[in-house]
């Protein structure tokens, strides 16, 4: 057992896992924090997406160990203050999940996209959404909730 | 899944990986895990201990100068692909590093590990030995034209460590892959590179191991268009066959990837 720390969603937390442990394990498990999802288990769909160092990576491609001392944010730290956070708003607004499963993924993914190119076009959020898989919507409403989001926070900073 | 049990250690130098490595056998250096964590929890692999050089400082930069871009053997795939320095000298290499998988690979890939683990379908490897780069390791320098031996196998020995990818800058360059649209891995990736003395065309993806291009490198030499290639086959035996495509389908594959490559480096 090796003791790992870092701060999950802007708290500081401390436990002692297995070298062996996935990242996407420490957080659903350890920390119950159950809305990071485990799709495929093979880095494929996306469902697992986190934050970590403000950077969006796949947690069931991660050990626990290797975040020793980073930022890691998931779906449960977007929302502030009891508000949603636009890409959240903006997932209910178009409609942008069925059953809701690749939605946690999804809306880190957007994120971060958001966060490194801005206001988007359709065919670039596309592009960006390679590694994230949804069974249900056909992706339409994710790209506009995705378009629709994107617009609106770009806006505000401007 | 889980994985066999290890021990995780981390290592803060190049030197310290090395004494790491010597010190058990059978240890491996996990660099972004992209490819290895997920064949430890397939139980393909179950190394004993695993040693962390993702956050080693002196593996992590890319240097733009006399004449190369030079890349530290722990730089993510994204660092590359947004480099101004890299889009700049060699706009190929950066356009590669942007299309390898997806954006939460290229948060954590890294392309020491892509090199390493020589995988018939990655990115890397085509430019690596297009443009006749050299792999700097803990021991020596391996030109790219004796480091790719053959399907996930490289010339690096039991305990090297590549430090550093270094790349002679071209006169011009392209890059064209065609991705499995499930993967992203190349179904056939081609990369056409003129040198002031000469023009060296390399293919992944659509072979066990990625390989040069004789007949197109002599084709181009004599006339730089996609005229000049648009006739020249590689030999479907030598290809890939799998429910993906079919050996006479990544044949020509290659020449469709050179034609393009050609017309957009022309
Ligand atoms: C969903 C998905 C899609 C992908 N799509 C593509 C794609 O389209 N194109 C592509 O090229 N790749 C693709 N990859 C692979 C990705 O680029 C990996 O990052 C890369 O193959 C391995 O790099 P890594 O840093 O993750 O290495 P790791 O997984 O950490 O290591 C891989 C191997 O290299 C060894 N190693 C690592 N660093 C060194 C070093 N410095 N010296 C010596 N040995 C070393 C390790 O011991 C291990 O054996 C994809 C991966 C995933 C999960
Ligand atoms: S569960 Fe991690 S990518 Fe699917
Ligand atoms: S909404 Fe069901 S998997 Fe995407």
Known sequence: ?158 | MITYPFTYKRAKSVAEAETLLKATSESKLLAGGQTLIAAMKMRLANPPELIDISGIKELNYIRVGGGQVAIGAATIHYDVATSAEVAKAIPALAHLAGVIGDPAVRHKGTIGGSVANNDPAADYPAAVLALGATIKTNKRAIKADDFFTGMFSTALEDGEIITEIAFPIPEKAAYKKFANPASRYAMAGVFVAKFKDGIRVAATGAAPCVFRVPEMEAALAKNFTPDAVANIAVDASNMNSDLHGSAEYRANLVTVMAKRAVAEAA
Do not use: W
């Not at chain 1, 626990?64 to 730290?77: F, K």
């Not at chain 1, 203050?81 to 059953?99: I, M, S, T, Y």
């Not at chain 1, 076009?121 to 994230?132: A, K, P, S, V, W």
């Open chain 1, 1 to 158: 057992m090796t003791a790992v720390s870092m701060t999950v969603n802007g708290k500081p937390v401390t436990a002692d896992v297995e070298d062996r442990t996935l990242l996407v394990y420490f957080l659903r498990e350890t920390l119950r924090l159950t809305g990071t999802h485990i799709g495929c288990d093979t880095s494929q769909c996306g469902a697992c997406v986190v934050h970590v160092d403000g950077k969006a990576m796949k947690s069931c491609t991660m050990f626990a160990v290797q975040a020793e001392g980073a930022q890691v944010t998931t779906i449960e730290g977007l929302a502030k203050d009891g508000k949603l956070h636009p890409v959240q708003e903006a997932f209910r607004d178009n409609h942008g999940l069925q059953c809701g499963f690749c939605t946690p993924g999804m809306i880190m993914t957007a994120v971060d996209m958001i966060r490194r190119k801005g206001a988007m076009d359709r065919d670039t959020i596309r592009h960006e959404l390679e590694g994230n898989i949804c069974r249900c919507t056909g992706y339409h409403n994710i790209v506009s909730a995705i378009e629709d989001a994107s617009k609106r926070m770009t806006e505000k900073v401007a």
